[in-house]
């Protein structure tokens, strides 16, 4: 199977998405100098451009491309070269009304945006079919194609009838008859029990409350029937490149996909992520993304598909990123495993919905500060190819996370629309990433021996094989730290007796969970030694040790959080400080060691390979003490005593006096990823162990 590395060859990829139909042919030799000057040597083509190779039914027009890719090769440029499906032209909408999708109250989604295709269309699909079959006979043997990259961002949901007959297909396929359906979404609720298969519509607008096990299956059919369209162009261009390694790009953190599914029918696992240059936090952020997307890849290389140069388009407010900040991010993802940083986009439209979205070179042109930055980092990454490129990332602490568990803690009547789910899950990374520990994430059926600690922020929904992983890791030696609202429903969305599963408060010591208390909008709940948020819950200890307990309020001497071995159970949502110090001290006991002691706030530190990233996310100069003799690659030089000055949003990446290239064939054991066999994701590895316990 194909991979990063036979698109990389060595190299970190830097460029971007490249839209040179919006230009006239003459300004194309000016993009090839300015490619040249910034150290581009990738860039993504033809990804909106199907109404160009197709104006009209049937009709190619390959001949602008053809001079393109030429144009590309002869420079040094490798093209990713997209399927152009994201986007269907004007004409097919309004020939085939039935292509086009309809939201959960019927109403039909025009035509003058993007996306706007009904992934169940048999007519979409046979168009989509055939100008990639096309596209892909014609560049197969072009040597400037380095890369596939199938449609853009799916993220289509559609509620039509031709939707309707494809989910009745789909729920035969799981359930098989109508009365298991009915067991499996409990219908006897409601009088909702169905008769027969034509009486089953996708969830849509209705007087009240859905049932949120048919919202749950949908969700899973929606994801499935967007894979399924991935496939079908991916094996058409595999057929014809079977040595060119195949992506499409993931949103960061969606909810749309589960990408644990996706990435196992991937060659290169990608992503578009979008800090905000606002948040204080955007680095947690980024490097969330960052250790969720490396985890996808199996602990491997992955690919920065889309991130900005500057400002994006689509927030209330669209602020820049100040200087430093695209080479602070930039770094900190080839840090985090990253083999290619690119960009949407490379020249800034002039028109279009997204001509105030920044460029790599933007409207100012090639004198502007920002293009200068791109300079900069293309330059870099030039140098720390050869250094890294190939290389991977320790992590003996894993985060959980499930795409199953989210669509069914997000239900529409469930206890608190305060928590969300997302938020959870980055609180407890920021509490790590803050400790200075580097994370993976990982599927809660996935093999977790290699890590010393699991971490299971919310998993409101588990299946018994999940149940099972996770007591057999903990019973095995390993530390699990579980969160609120954990086990509390089966793979059906059916809560288990107890409101929690019995093996779990069996493993964490709890007796009984007589109730769920979520806080009000902005409460707080005063704890031993830090403060709750969010939520807190009515717990009797059985044979576990109360850590600590509620100190106010209804719940006040009643625990907070109880540990029972290796085991622990957070009820409440700690404040950051109290989290972290929580998760720092299970991690310590399970033998997880931050990357450096004592880090300034805000200073990161990573490891990858046998280079040591020191990273400031502060706005102002910090001194990090950094024991041993090390050499700043970059500014080819030592740290001076131990002591490393890093500018506002400066970065050092360090070898260690007298170290050379070191770790291209990784650390630990669980390095694989699941490929395109057909096996469940749920069967793939975990991400990179640093070390065994």
């Keep these: 199977m194909p991979s990063l590395g036979d698109a990389t060859r060595g190299r970190i990829l830097f460029g971007g998405d490249y839209n040179p139909e919006q230009w006239p042919e003459e300004t194309w030799a000016e993009d090839m100098r300015l490619m040249e000057d910034a150290g581009v040597t990738s860039v993504t083509v033809g990804v909106f451009s199907w109404a160009r190779l197709e104006p009209r039914p049937g009709v190619r027009d390959f001949g602008w491309l053809d001079r393109l890719m030429d144009l590309l ?31 959960e109250d019927g109403r039909t989604l025009w035509w003058g945006s993007r996306q706007q295709f009904c992934a169940s269309s048999p007519v979409y699909r046979a168009y989509a079919a055939a100008v990639t079959e096309d596209l892909a006979a014609r560049y197969a043997g072009h040597p400037a194609l380095t890369m596939w990259h199938v449609n853009n961002e799916y993220c289509t949901h559609c509620w039509c009838d031709e939707t309707a007959r494809h989910f009745r297909r789909w729920l035969t396929a799981r359930y098989g008859t109508v009365d298991a359906l009915n067991e499996a979404w409990g219908t006897a609720f409601w009088a909702q029990r169905y008769d027969g298969w034509d009486e089953v519509i996708p969830p849509r607008r209705a007087p009240y409350l859905r049932n949120p096990a048919h919202l749950l299956d949908f969700r899973r059919f929606t994801s499935d029937a967007l894979l399924e369209c991935f496939r079908a162009e991916r094996d058409i261009v595999a057929r014809h490149t079977p040595h060119i390694p195949v992506t499409t790009n993931f949103m960061p953190f969606w909810q749309g996909q589960d990408a644990w599914a996706w990435a196992a029918e991937e060659d290169v696992v990608s992503v578009d992520v979008y800090p905000d240059p606002q948040d204080p936090l955007g680095g947690q952020y980024n490097a969330l993304i960052a250790d969720m997307t490396r985890s996808q890849a199996g602990g491997g290389p992955w690919m920065v598909m889309e991130q900005a140069a500057g400002a994006v388009n689509w927030r209330p407010v669209n602020r820049p990123k100040p200087p430093g900040l695209n080479r602070l991010l930039s770094l900190q993802a080839v840090a985090r495993g990253a083999d290619a940083v690119c960009y949407f986009q490379w020249r800034q439209s002039r028109q279009g919905a997204e001509k105030f979205h920044s460029a790599m070179l933007p409207h100012a042109g090639e004198h502007a500060r920002g293009f200068r930055e791109v300079r900069r980092i293309g330059a870099e990454l030039a140098l720390l190819g050869p250094e890294v490129a190939g290389t991977r990332v320790a992590a003996d602490v894993a985060v959980l996370h499930d795409w199953h568990a989210w669509w069914g803690a997000e239900q529409e009547g469930r206890p608190s629309r305060e928590v969300a789910y997302p938020e959870v899950v980055r609180a407890w990374h920021r509490a790590l990433w803050e400790a200075g520990h580097t994370t993976a994430f990982a599927h809660p059926e996935h093999d977790l021996s290699g890590y010393r600690m699991v971490v299971a922020p919310q998993l409101y929904l588990l299946t018994d094989a999940a149940v099972e992983n996770l007591v057999a890791y903990a019973e095995g030696g390993g530390t699990l730290v579980c969160g609120f609202w954990t086990g509390v429903a089966d793979g059906d969305d059916r809560v288990r007796p107890g409101g929690m599963d019995g093996r779990l408060r069996a493993l964490l010591g709890i007796g009984t969970l007589h109730e769920w208390w979520p806080l009000a909008p902005g409460g707080t709940v005063a704890c031993d030694g830090f403060t709750g948020t969010l939520w807190s819950e009515e717990l009797e200890a059985g044979d576990a040790r109360v850590v600590a307990a509620y100190r106010d309020g209804d719940l006040a001497g009643l625990p907070a959080v109880l540990r ?130």
């Design 73 to 103: 090769h002869a420079h040094g440029v490798g093209a990713v070269l997209a399927t152009p499906t994201a986007s269907p032209p004007p004409w097919m909408g309004a020939r085939h009304p039935g292509t086009l999708p309809r939201d």
């Design 564 to 693: 029972r071995g290796r085991a622990w159970y957070v009820s409440t949502l700690p404040d950051p400080e109290g989290l972290r110090a929580l998760l720092g001290r299970a991690a310590a006991e399970a033998g997880a060691r931050p990357v450096l002691d004592g880090l300034p706030a805000g200073v990161e530190a990573v490891r990858r390979g046998g280079l040591l990233f020191v990273l400031n996310h502060g706005r102002e100069p910090v001194e990090v003490a950094v024991p041993g003799a090390y050499r700043d690659v970059l500014a080819q030089a030592p740290v001076v005593d131990g002591v490393l000055a890093l500018e506002r949003y400066g970065v050092a990446v360090l070898r260690e006096a007298g170290a050379g290239r070191d770790g291209a064939e990784g650390e630990g054991r669980h390095g694989d990823r699941p490929g395109r066999d057909g096996r469940s994701p749920r069967d793939g590895r975990a991400d990179v162990a640093g070390a065994e316990r």
